[in-house]
């Protein structure tokens, strides 16, 4: 059989499609490898929301067909400009996203001995985030239709996955020793408001702390002002869930956020967070936020930077708006210049990293409990409350007086801190 190697660009919700592309491919009998010039075949997951994640995926296309491989090209970029590609890249095999319930069918270009038949199913997915931590996929999709994402034109509508077959795939994850599960969709807090059952995010919470096994869940992408109190006392309840809001507000300006077609205001945020924070009072809050969207002024940018520092977010992940086609923003007037945006940028983070720091700072002294997932020369890494697994959050680097295993659960003494990490020692 063929060896296959894969590489998967984009988000974590796209790193799951992968892990379901090799498990498909491991179950109809292919080599899985690691290596670019040891594999027959190379999937590229593609990523396609904005410039810089295309220019990525193309120059990542070109760098595996100059392996003189077959190439096949999955993910949004396909599902977004299957035809242009086609155009471009005759050589290459292209099974968007759309086609994920055929894949097999599809692959049968690239291997015309294949006589399986389908396409992606959970129950064959290779986890790839460690024996301790795993993704879980709630839905896929988005309905909110923000002016300048091009999510629903590549995804389609909000479409939840049901409830059992979540509570199936989390039960066969616990019993296989998964310790963590991350919670993900493009809208969390939307689940099940297409299911008849009526199962909300809530009932799926509760749900999954009934499962022996699992030490922490976290959520994440959570929807301004679909967050319910209901949620947020569960997590102020509950030690299993991780008190971690994950809640993207792309802007604090009224009228921007009007423009975006974002849901809630200034007012409604600052209250949000007042209240988690009130609730919860270890909670740790994660945002994103776009600068350069049309029309946006030196004001709005200075008032943005008023409104992190009132909230005082411990991580916050910030990009320039690219202009996408498909999406309504891209006929707005009042478009503004990269160089514009990349000082406001600029100006954000560094605003940001004071913020960061002294929010950090206040974590001396604390002991974190986590999960050890990774060593960086002398020192492990740890994942607690503090930090998702991705790169918008900073680091927690440790020493031990023993050797210890990844996914292994230990207590860490803060001792210092940094604009984005921490350092302690494992307290014996």
Request: glycine share 6%; proline share 2%.
């Amino acid at each position: 059989m063929l060896k296959i190697g894969l590489v998967s660009l984009g988000c974590a919700k796209n790193l799951v499609d992968s892990e379901n592309i090799l498990g498909l491919l491991r179950h109809d009998g292919y080599t899985i490898t690691s290596s670019a010039n040891d594999s027959d075949v190379i999937i590229v997951n593609t990523c396609g929301f904005i410039d810089s994640s295309k220019k990525e995926s193309i120059e990542t296309i070109f760098e595996m067909l100059s392996y003189g491989k077959k190439v096949v090209i999955t993910g949004c970029l396909a599902q977004r400009y299957e035809k242009e590609l086609k155009e471009e890249i005759p050589e290459a095999t292209f099974i968007p996203i759309h086609n994920y319930d055929k894949f097999n069918d599809y692959f049968k270009e690239v291997d015309s001995e294949l006589t399986a038949i389908g396409g992606l199913d959970d129950h064959y997915r290779m986890i790839s985030t460690g024996h301790y931590s795993a993704y879980l996929k709630i839905g896929e999709g988005c309905d909110n239709c923000c002016t300048y994402c091009a999510i629903p034109l590549i995804r389609g509508h909000f479409v939840s996955r049901p409830y059992d077959a979540i509570m199936e795939e989390a039960n066969q994850l616990a019993k296989q020793g998964y310790k963590e599960l991350i919670v993900l969709e493009q809208d969390t807090t939307k689940y099940g408001i297409d299911l008849k059952e009526k199962h909300n995010i809530v009932d799926l919470l509760k749900g999954l702390l009934l499962i022996k096994g699992l030490e922490y869940i976290r959520l994440l992408y959570l929807y301004p002002d679909e967050i319910t109190d209901e949620l947020i006392d569960l997590i102020a309840k509950e030690k299993k869930l991780t008190p971690y809001f994950d809640i993207p507000i792309q802007h604090s300006e009224d009228h921007i956020l009007k423009d975006m077609n974002r849901r809630g205001d200034k007012e409604f945020l600052r209250q949000l967070f007042k209240k988690i924070q009130d609730k919860v009072p270890n909670a740790i809050l994660r945002t994103t936020v776009m600068v350069g969207f049309p029309g946006e002024t030196e004001e709005d940018v200075d008032n943005l930077i008023a409104f992190m520092n009132e909230v005082q977010f411990d991580h916050l992940g910030a990009f320039t708006y690219s202009r996408e086609e498909g999406t309504k923003s891209y006929d707005f007037d009042n478009q503004i210049s990269e160089d514009v945006k990349k000082v406001r940028l600029d100006r954000v983070m560094r605003a940001q990293q004071t913020i960061s720091y002294r929010k950090n700072k206040k974590h001396v002294g604390e002991v974190m409990e986590g999960m050890v997932v990774g060593k960086d020369k002398n020192q492990y890494l740890l994942r607690s409350y503090w930090n998702a697994p991705d790169d918008v959050d900073g680091k927690i680097y440790f020493t031990s007086d023993k050797e210890l295993k990844e996914g292994e659960i230990v207590e860490v003494l803060i001792e210092d801190a940094f604009v984005y990490d921490l350092l302690g020692k494992q307290v014996k």
